[in-house]
């Protein structure tokens, strides 16, 4: 817990300073108040709100993570971490890659709260939902628990593909290609690309799913038989999940053999 | 590095060498940041080859937990303050010590501020701080006076003399062997990745000896000196004979014999065992 605590300390006040914040207030601030979405044609204005955090999510794994892993890498931070906190290179991978994780996290969240306040009026306007309006609490506990497995994907991500290409600027561009590439930009319906790999809607399919199934069986309703979660369901949760846990492996791999100097 | 075979024989141990000798690349490989395309290293009595990479990696983590270290390309944090590095970098904090440290290389002044703003040789200061501040049992240092102003780098030493009492052992690659004369008592010189000589500096030094004759006529006492092959090298320098002989040639009756011969009376003689920049000197022409 004392290394933890360490690396955390350093990993929020040296990783995650400017233009950090700045970026993330911004982006934020116009995402959440943005009525825009992602060419997805929202059912409603909690799909809508998914998509505007799927992307700010996006951004804040992009900027935290190159800077956290590529930018101190190239700075030689990492190098330092690693030999004054006398570890070996995989306790130093997992103890920064949970910082960067509880970091993104509490910045997630804290825009989760902020978002469903602001933009829908969600706690004082139980009736914007048709499904979920007798039971909130479900669907946003289950939107959280989902987002934390989403963001440990984006994280262990970012964290392979610092390590893959140490350049910063190539890492960013990188992982922001093939994140925005999936949350957007393949069709949906395809049989080539399954809708559950995309960044976003797959998460919302999820969250929409078994928000509706829990809802249903916590009202005791005979309909929770057959809307009980699908293949399709588990294969979202199971791409991020299973994803995360190959690409943290993954980014082990290629630290231990890196050459730091 | 080529064909580099160590064996760091000594408590304070130096590793000298001109720029792009293979001295930091050296340091980095016992620190683990790298790893060599080949070779052993034997660090207590573990023995690690470059073959068995995982094997390498374990045994020098493994060591980690007993190493402080400094390299030549820091990266401190610029956010965090300097007493927050010192606590990153110490395993229990002993605040005395901390205290000792901080006042030994004149850090109190700015450790309460952010890294960012330091001045390479306040960085250079922290480094070391951050190095020693465990207590370990073996310290590995790449250039630790660079950049330091001459009271610092005299405290450096008085540093390493008080952790060498303790056990401490160090490894120090440097290119200022001056910093180190009287501190350290093993030294290799390196010279584009090979090893050029390498031994515990008494037998090295005991190869030859350096005279100091006072002397009326110092010019003709050196002339005849070289001359008669009681000295390789003679100079005059603060109006005395300064002659480098072989071993065993510091016998007076020797010098005495010379200096009839010259005409020259002798009036004070001193031998002096040759110093480390000498070696060094001598070891990279």
Known sequence: MGDFLKVFRWTYKNDFVEPFPELVLLLGVVSVSSSYSLGFDATNEFAKLTWNLTLLTLIFAAIGGVMSYSLALERGQVTEQLLSLRVSRARFVALKWASVFVILAVFALLFDFVAFFLYLGYFPNLGAYTIWGEAPGFAFLIMVGEQLVFLAFLNSLVMAVSFGLRRTTISLLAFLAFTLFSAGYFPLGSAAIPDFLRLGYGDYLFVNGLSYYAYLLFASSPQALVSAPTTTDYLVLAYRAVGAVVLFIISVGLFVRADLD | MDDVSLDFGGQVNLVLGTNGSGKSTLINIIAGVTYPQKGILTLGTSELRSSDRRGWRRGIEAARAGMGFMLDKHGYPTYLDGIELLEWASSKWDADWTGRIAQKLDMNAFLHRPI???????????????????????VLWDEPTANLDAPTRRSVSGLIEELAKEGTTFVIASHTPADFEGVADWMCV?????????????????????????????????AEALRSGLAIRAEIRNGCAELETRAGVTDIGAVRKIAGAVGATVSSMEMKPRSISELYAEAIA
């Open chain 2, 116 to 138: 960012g703003g330091y001045s390479s040789g306040m960085a250079q200061k922290l480094g070391l701080g951050t190095s020693v501040v465990s207590r370990p049992k073996v």
């Open chain 2, 190 to 222: 390196m010279r584009l990745g090979r090893v050029v000589v390498s031994g515990m500096i008494k037998d090295l030094s005991a190869g030859s000896a350096r005279l100091i004759i006072e002397s009326d006529h110092p010019s003709l006492l050196a």
